[in-house]
T-cell receptor, first 111, second 113 residues
Framework: RKEVEQDPGPFNVPEGATVAFNCTYS??????FFWYRQDCRKEPKLLMS???SGNEDGRFTAQLNRASQYISLLIRDSKLSDSATYLC????????????FGSGTRLQVQP | EPEVTQTPSHQVTQMGQEVILRCVPI?????FYWYRQILGQKVEFLVS????????KSEIFDDQFSVERPDGSNFTLKIRSTKLEDSAMYFC???????????FGPGTRLTVT
């Protein structure tokens, strides 16, 4: 089983739509969770950290379900500029601090 | 806003040659990382570095790779004898001592011919 699994997409949505991405992780001892976005041939950029209580940053909401080992990202009112690949990222356990990346979910927002 | 910088942006080298990729982490960060991304694949961890020594490395980081912090600002990745399969984007990242979020540089695209 992959350490971090994501639906690769692509998700094609119209501007203004709400879109949700899901991610599952295999190691129940995982402690830290993030969403990064990556534009084509660019570096991953931190979008937000994901906390147990859930967190929101403007149009973006992240949720963590530890029991199901599941992380989600919701984007409301999609903009053209949201088109990118969204990477689910986990620190697998307390003994390690390196990031483990999912393969990413591609989002294309259409005008 | 402080950023991680990397040089060169693109490096072309012949198989068997040595390459050195350079990174300047964010100034108050103490933990440094190298990752790579082969075209069309996911980002993979190579090595982490703290307090002038390797703290963790992956299976990819074999004897042909080495890292160094030659001065107070630079952090380098050396590949001793490049192979065709080393062609990838190499990203440097850093993080502060009190947070786990890592910040990435723009990457060096390495092409081995």
């Amino acid at each position: 089983r992959k350490e971090v699994e994501q639906d690769p997409g692509p998700f094609n949505v119209p501007e203004g739509a709400t879109v949700a991405f899901n991610c599952t992780y295999s190691n129940s001892a995982s402690q830290s969770f993030f969403w990064y976005r990556q534009d084509c041939r660019k570096e991953p950029k931190l979008l937000m950290s994901v906390y147990s209580s859930g967190n929101e940053d403007g149009r973006f909401t992240a949720q963590l379900n530890r029991a199901s080992q599941y992380i989600s990202l919701l984007i409301r009112d999609s903009k053209l500029s949201d088109s990118a690949t969204y990477l689910c990222v986990v620190i697998p356990d307390t003994g390690r601090r390196a990031l483990t990346f999912g393969s990413g979910t591609r989002l294309q927002v259409q005008p | 806003e402080p950023e991680v910088t990397q040089t060169p942006s693109h490096q072309v080298t012949q198989m068997g040659q040595e390459v050195i990729l350079r990174c300047v982490p964010i100034s108050n960060h103490l933990y440094f990382y190298w990752y790579r991304q082969i075209l069309g694949q996911k980002v993979e961890f190579l090595v982490s570095f703290y307090n002038n020594e390797i703290s963790e490395k992956s299976e990819i980081f074999d004897d042909q790779f080495s890292v160094e912090r030659p001065d107070g600002s630079n952090f380098t990745l050396k590949i001793r004898s490049t192979k065709l399969e080393d062609s990838a984007m190499y990203f440097c990242a850093s993080r502060p001592p009190d947070r786990y979020e890592q910040y990435f540089g723009p990457g060096t695209r390495l092409t081995v011919t």
